[in-house]
C-alpha cells in the first residue's frame, strides 16, 4: 500500500497494491494492521456506509460538532472528486480544502481524519461510494458547510451551472459562520 499526505498532512491518499491479469483484477480494500503500519494510526473503524448518486450530485460538506468521524473512502462504480476541508480551530491549515479524483479505475482511497469536514461531486453516470467510519452517525450533531463558500474557494469540477445539491446541503453555513458558533 503507498500512503501519500496531501496539502493537509493529516489527510492522507491510499493506494492498495492491485494485482491484475486479462481475468481481472484483486486488492485488499482494506486491512487493520497494514493499514496501521502504513499510515502511522491507530483507528477504529464502527461503521460502514454506501451511497449511489447521479452524475452532477454534490454531498456535503458534512461534519459532526460531536461524535467527529474520521473517514476512509473510496468509489467501487464511477468517479467522484472527492474533498475534505480542514475546520479544526487552531489547526495550521485551518480553511484550506485537498480534493483528489477517486474512481473504479484508479482505486485510490482517502482518509479524511476527524474534524474534518467532507464531501464530494458525482463525475460519472452515476458512482457507488464507501466509506468507513470512527464513530458512528450522529444527525443531532451533523452540520454542512456551503459547498460554494467563497473563503474556501474550491475548485470543483461542476459542468453546468450548481450540482445537484440535497434540501439539507443547500443550506450550509459558511465558514465564517463557524468560527462565530464554535
Known amino acids: 500500500m503507498k500512503v501519500t ?11 492498495p497494491k492491485v494485482f491484475g491479469d486479462e481475468r481481472g483484477f484483486f486488492f485488499e480494500s482494506f486491512n487493520q494492521k497494514a493499514f496501521n503500519e502504513a499510515t502511522g494510526l491507530d483507528v477504529t473503524f464502527v461503521q460502514d456506509n454506501h451511497s449511489r448518486s447521479a452524475k452532477g450530485v454534490l454531498r456535503g460538506l458534512h461534519y459532526q460538532v460531536q461524535q467527529p468521524q474520521g473517514k476512509l473512502v473510496r468509489v467501487v462504480r464511477g468517479a467522484v472528486f472527492d474533498v475534505a476541508v480542514d475546520i479544526r480551530q487552531g489547526s495550521p491549515t485551518f ?30 453516470e452515476s458512482a457507488d461510494f464507501l466509506y468507513k467510519t470512527t464513530d458512528y452517525y450522529a444527525p443531532a450533531h451533523e452540520r454542512c458547510l456551503m459547498w460554494n463558500d467563497m473563503d474556501l474557494d474550491i475548485t470543483w469540477p461542476v459542468t453546468g451551472s450548481v450540482p445537484a445539491l440535497s434540501p439539507k446541503d443547500q443550506q450550509g453555513h459558511a465558514l465564517r459562520d463557524l468560527l462565530k458558533k464554535y
Open 95 to 124: 480553511g484550506k480544502w485537498v480534493g483528489v479524483e477517486l474512481s473504479e479505475e484508479n482505486h485510490k482511497q482517502l482518509w479524511v481524519p476527524a474534524g474534518l469536514a467532507h464531501g464530494f461531486l458525482v463525475l460519472s
Open 5 to 15: 499526505p496531501t496539502a493537509i498532512p493529516d489527510v492522507l491518499i491510499i493506494e
